[in-house]
């Protein structure tokens, strides 16, 4: 007897599947109680179908109630954040020059020399294509991909490029050294961790095609052309505001984060 129970003891308990979200309910052959020699079993009513059911319904609701609680325990923890609660008072803090801000943005926007021309390609190159620069845009969205890098670190590198093919005819073989060094000078601006704006990690990934100095070149070609120049609205900038306006929700943000690549690779 004793070593039935050591086994019974040290037997593993079973691990039911995660994936389901309703467990199976096991009956009982024999139920426990105390006695004065100690605990001993005793046979058990059998239960029907319905008692069952209705003993697993309760369960789940159970296990509703408790989904339910730690949720709301999750959002009271999320409101108690102190990162959270400052970035809300900030919110609240600039809400009455919402529109200042707006305008403000909106004139940056239409600036000469922050808005690059539609029509470089017809006036200015003539070795570089619409289609090569989608085809740049396109990597440049992998490798911010890769280096995980801000969305508005890349919309930033766009524009750079834009603005500098405006203003200066490029050869074919430079057009990636203005993409990479565009994109280096995009995470100096917004990026914070300083593993994102090491030279070398931008040289590596055109497999070493330009030099580190030929990017610091390039660089400070690209800076004079902006006039430095490098801050501004983003299509994210726009973006952001129009959906807190809206008030829409998580999933209009990420849908809107899906697709504001493709407007990046279109010619402006």
């Not at 670190?153 to 834009?162: E, G, I, N, R």
């Not at 052309?225 to 959906?243: A, K, M």
Request: proline fraction near 5%; glycine fraction near 4%; charged fraction near 30%.
């Amino acid at each position: 007897m004793e070593s039935k129970e050591n086994a019974a003891h040290s037997a593993p308990p079973l691990r039911r599947s995660q994936g389901k979200r309703k467990a199976l309910v096991e009956l009982p052959i024999n139920e426990w109680r105390d006695t004065d020699g100690g605990s001993a079993p005793r046979p058990s009513k059998r239960r029907t179908r319905s008692a069952a059911r209705a003993e697993a319904e309760a369960e789940e609701a159970r296990k509703r109630r408790e989904d339910g609680d730690a949720a709301r325990g999750a959002s009271v923890a999320r409101l108690l954040d102190p990162k959270r609660q400052d970035a809300g008072a900030a919110q609240a803090a600039v809400a009455p020059y919402h529109a200042d801000i707006d305008r403000y943005l909106r004139s940056l926007e239409v600036e000469p020399l922050r808005r690059p021309s539609p029509d470089y390609f017809q006036k200015i190159q003539k070795a570089i294509s619409p289609k090569m620069r989608a085809v740049l845009v396109d990597w440049l969205v992998e490798v911010a991909d890769e280096f995980k890098l801000q969305a508005e670190t890349l919309y930033l590198a766009v524009s750079y490029v834009d603005r500098f093919l405006t203003m200066n005819v490029v050869t074919r073989d430079k057009l990636q050294l203005l993409g990479v060094t565009a994109l280096l000078l995009a995470a100096k601006y917004e990026e914070i961790e300083s593993s994102k704006m090491k030279v070398n990690r931008y040289t590596d990934i055109t497999d070493n095609t330009y030099t580190k100095q030929q990017v610091v070149k390039m660089e400070a070609d690209l800076l004079k052309s902006l006039n430095f120049e490098i801050g501004g609205p983003t299509v994210t900038t726009f973006l952001r505001r129009f959906i807190a306006s809206c008030r829409g929700g998580n999933f209009s943000a990420q849908a809107a984060k899906n697709w504001s690549p493709c407007v990046a690779i279109s010619q402006n």
